[in-house]
């Protein structure tokens, strides 16, 4: 199955142009190409829903338990991505985990910088709660910004008094904008999805002057204690790598259950390309299983 490995997608990714070369429009554009890409099943209904006055996709796929509720942040720099980018990404974690997805178009940047984006997710998990969805039937997952916004999100909704949700999942998420660990270095060359010139640039739209420690978008350096659970998968080929491995050691010093899985050969976000990828699909199956053991013991 050699054309559905990670070397075919590595050899698809090695024609693109670098992302730093093309505009923030264009690049909006190409990512929404998925919709065509990667459709998803006629079993999964698609709606546009404002959820706390946020424009969102509800996603249900045949048989999901509508008491139960998937928010998925998607990733992009905070600058790129919208919910028809990552559709069949939340969709199949939705239906392998039996629950309705809710995808944010949480504000981009820069046209809206932190902590717009945190504000949004914030409002779209409240407006859920406010909806009569109990938080232990909620898990919130996201990539790679989306990973770091998931994080985040917990930690506003923490510090506003709301209750945890039953997990978080994080896919190669970004945690630390400074990029102080060494796989910014050891994993420069061997990551074709992020270079330190996209974090760089990504950053500048998003956090302008302000702190780049800011807990609330390097959230490596928050308070981390009272998270629910979470899991947190990586790629080992990932400029990233050291994200997700120092925050899931700082959250295990705060007392958070953190589950860290680092996939061999995979690169950044692997899982987007699920349908053409089978530790993509793999990958998913396991998030699905995660959210099963966790949502239905609250049941």
Known sequence: ?????????????????????????????QYDKAVRVFPVGPDTRVEDVAIGGVACERLTPAGAATGDCLIYLHGGGYAIGSPRS?????AEIARLA??????????????HRHPAAVE?????????????????RIVIA?????????????????????????????????????????????RAARDPMVRAADLARWRSAYMGDADPRAPL????????????????????EEVLLDDARLFAERARAAGVEAKLEVWDRMIHVWHWYWPMLDEGAQAIATIAAFMRGLIGAAR
């Open 217 to 236: 978008a390097s959230p490596i350096h928050a308070d981390l204690r009272g998270l629910p659970p979470m899991l947190i998968q990586v790629g080992d």
């Open 1 to 29: 199955m050699a054309e559905r490995g990670i070397e075919a997608i590595r050899a698809k990714l090695a024609t693109l142009p670098p992302s730093t070369d093309v505009s923030v429009e264009a690049l909006r554009t």
């Open 120 to 136: 949004d997710a914030l409002a779209v998990y409240r407006g859920l709660l406010d909806g009569g969805i109990a938080a232990n």
């Open 142 to 186: 996201g990539d790679s910004a989306g990973g770091g916004l998931t994080i985040a999100c917990a930690l506003a909704a923490r510090d506003a008094g709301l209750p945890m949700p039953a997990a978080l999942v994080c896919l190669s998420p970004w945690t630390d904008m400074e990029g102080s660990g060494e796989s910014h270095v050891t």
């Open 86 to 90: 990552h559709r069949h990404v939340a």
């Open 98 to 111: 039996g629950t309705v997805a809710v995808v944010p178009d949480y504000r981009l940047c820069p046209e």
